[in-house]
């Protein structure tokens, strides 16, 4: 009896194992709708029973039923449909949604592949990426976020995804009305050494187009000496979804916040760096300190809220970018994940849906 048998017959087995749970298959008996292992419902595992499918072309046939199930579910997990080039998960991406969006005002280091393809986060492979929603740091965003794995690391290297509702619903109510009271303010320095220097993270040379884009989606940016920039925004991190109206956790609080980085990292910065100085910090939207309890309370809800799955060799993953955040587990290199943005949506449309 193989393992999926297995998982059918005598239930599940425990998360994050890479046995699932059958549900269902469509229509035309080319693909079986699953879940993973004891995350029932998140991610929805589509995989096909029969060989040889076109994934572009039935991604395009079924586009309408998969947008429907990733407002539901918040994540997809495409699984053996033999994606294996870069090229071949552009065309499913944009068989999907077709336009694929540039990389703006830029946080993290990433290297172009392609028009609208990018690598993961360029981090060190020892280091934790903490939980986030892609850009929640700035005016607009990406609405869908897709990875691919072209190739799995030797050892860890999960991508932990994190419902957003679950998360929200797992912190205090005192603690979420302080966020939609106050917000978060978001405080980045760049050109300081260390971080991304203003010319990649905004794409440009010239202080007057930085100057310009700001102006235009209400950021405070200060020029400093040695051509170093400051920059503020506050935003709401809690939103509501434009379609499915349900409100969010949604943000970079804790991420960019100076206590998410490793204590011996946090300390050198500290001692070469005023922390207004720092590359990246969070406060509330006043101006005042976040408490650690706060940020504590927030970092557990993601661990409470994760689904942690091995990638597989050409897996392809769909979230819903303002339903599910993400998060990068150390890993033994090499390890190479693909990523690709697409439906950039307006913070005023999402917060104009929050009551």
């Known amino acids: 009896m193989n393992t999926e048998q297995q998982t059918r ?37 589509l995989e096909p029973v029969v060989k040889g499918i076109d994934a572009a072309e039935w991604g395009r046939n079924e586009r309408e039923r998969l947008l429907g199930e990733l407002e539901q579910h918040g994540a997809i997990l495409l699984r053996g449909f033999r994606i294996e080039t870069a090229s071949e998960f552009d065309a499913l991406a944009r068989a999907i949604t077709p336009e694929l969006l540039d990389y703006r005002e830029r946080s993290s280091p990433r290297q172009l592949i392609s028009k609208g393809v990018y690598t993961s986060t360029d981090h060190p492979a020892e ?6 929603n892609e850009q929640s740091y700035t005016q607009d965003w990406p609405m869908k976020l897709w990875f691919f794995c072209q190739q799995p690391a030797v050892t860890g290297g999960a991508t932990p995804i994190a419902d957003g509702r679950k998360v929200l619903q797992l912190l205090d109510a005192d603690l979420r009305e302080r966020f939609l009271e106050k917000g978060v303010m978001y405080v980045r320095n760049y050109g300081d050494g260390i971080g991304l220097p203003w010319h990649e993270a905004f794409q440009t040379t010239n202080r007057r187009d930085v100057e310009e884009y700001c102006s235009e989606r209400s950021i405070v940016c200060e020029w400093k000496s040695d051509d170093r ?8 991190a809690i939103v509501a979804h434009p379609k499915t109206k349900e409100p969010v956790w949604f943000e970079h609080t804790a991420f960019f916040h100076i206590s998410s980085l490793e204590s011996s990292v946090r300390e050198t910065l500290l001692r070469e760096f005023d922390e207004e100085d720092l590359p990246f910090n969070t406060y509330y ?45 150390p890993f033994t290199p090499p390890r190479k994940i693909l990523v690709a943005m697409a439906d950039l949506i ?3 449309i999402a917060d104009s849906f929050l009551r």
């Not at 280091?127 to 986030?132: A, E, L």
């Not at 706060?294 to 819903?320: H, M, N, P, T």
């Open 229 to 236: 920039l400051r920059t503020k925004q506050i935003f709401r």
């Open 9 to 45: 017959e005598h239930g599940p087995t425990p998360r994050g194992s890479s046995s699932r749970k059958a549900v269902s298959v469509t229509a035309n008996y080319l693909v079986q709708r699953s879940y993973l292992a004891g995350a029932e419902g998140f991610p929805l595992v």
């Open 346 to 348: 307006g913070r005023g």
């Open 127 to 132: 280091q934790h990426i903490h939980f986030h």
């Open 285 to 329: 939207g006043d101006g005042s300190v976040i408490e650690v309890s706060v940020l504590d309370q927030i970092r557990q809800a993601y661990r409470e809220a994760a689904c942690v799955f091995s990638w597989q060799k050409g897996d392809v993953l769909l979230i819903d970018n303002m339903l599910v955040s993400h998060a990068r587990e």
